[in-house]
T-cell receptor
C-alpha cells in the first residue's frame, strides 16, 4: 500500500529563516502530489500541487516544492518564513486511480518565532 | 460562493447515540470524502464516494455509515457512537479522482 512519510514532526524556526519540509512516498508509478496547510483551528487548504511537467512547482504564499522522481520526494520550501506561516503542513499523494489511494502524510508542525 | 460546508461545527453526544454529520458542496464535484483527524494518526479516510449512489470504504470505516442520494450532499452517520469516535471530522470534495481535494471547515465531535 502507498505510504507517505514526512521527515520532521515539529520544526521551529525564527522569522526570515528558510524552510524545507521533507516528504517521501512509496509508490513507484505515476503520482500526483500535493501540499496542504492547516492553520490552528482551521481546515486544510491546498498550497500547491504537481501533476506533470516542470518538477519545480510554485504555490500560494511564496511556497514552492520540488518533485524528484528518483528520490520519491516532494519537498516543500520557502526562502523566508513569517510568523503567520505557523501551521501544520501535510504532504499527500494520489495514484490517480481512485479516491481510496489519496494518502496523507502524518504532518509536520511548523512553529515560527517572531 | 459557499464551497463546502459542514454542520454542525461542534457536537457533544453520549455513548450509544446516533449522530449524523452533514456535508454539502456547491461545486458539483463528483468525488466526496470523509476523514477523521486525530493526534498521532493524522488524517484517515473513512469513506468516499465517486458519484451519487456510489460509495466505498476507506481506511477506518467501522462504526460509520454514509449515503449519497444527491451529488451535493454526503452525510456521515455514527450509528452508535463510541468514545473512540471522538475526533475532528473533515469532509472534502474533488472534481475527479486525481485532482486536489478541497476541505470543509470540520466538525469537532465529542462522545462522552
Amino acid at each position: 500500500a502507498q505510504s507517505v512519510s514526512q521527515h520532521n514532526h515539529h520544526v521551529i524556526l525564527s522569522e526570515a529563516a528558510s524552510l524545507e519540509l521533507g516528504c517521501n512516498y512509496s509508490y513507484g508509478g505515476t503520482v500526483n502530489l500535493f501540499w496542504y496547510v492547516q492553520y490552528p483551528g482551521q481546515h486544510l487548504q491546498l498550497l500547491l500541487k504537481y501533476f506533470s511537467g516542470d518538477p519545480l512547482v510554485k504555490g500560494i504564499k511564496g511556497f514552492e516544492a520540488e518533485f524528484i522522481k528518483s528520490k520519491f520526494s516532494f519537498n516543500l520550501r520557502k526562502p523566508s518564513v513569517q510568523w503567520s506561516d505557523t501551521a501544520e503542513y501535510f504532504c499527500a499523494v494520489n495514484e490517480g486511480n481512485y479516491g481510496q489511494n489519496f494518502v496523507f502524510g502524518p504532518g509536520t508542525r511548523l512553529s515560527v518565532l517572531p | 460562493d459557499a464551497g463546502i460546508t459542514q454542520s454542525p461545527r461542534y457536537k457533544i453526544t453520549e455513548t450509544g447515540r446516533q449522530v449524523t454529520l452533514m456535508c454539502h458542496q456547491t461545486w458539483s464535484h463528483s468525488y466526496m470524502f470523509w476523514y477523521r483527524q486525530d493526534l498521532g494518526h493524522g488524517l484517515r479516510l473513512i469513506y468516499y464516494s465517486a458519484a451519487a449512489d456510489i460509495t466505498d470504504k476507506g481506511e477506518v470505516p467501522d462504526g460509520y455509515v454514509v449515503s449519497r442520494s444527491k451529488t451535493e450532499n454526503f452525510p456521515l452517520t455514527l450509528e452508535s457512537a463510541t468514545r473512540s469516535q471522538t475526533s475532528v471530522y473533515f469532509c472534502a470534495s474533488s472534481g475527479t479522482n486525481y485532482e486536489a481535494q478541497y476541505f470543509g471547515p470540520g466538525t469537532r465531535l465529542t462522545v462522552l
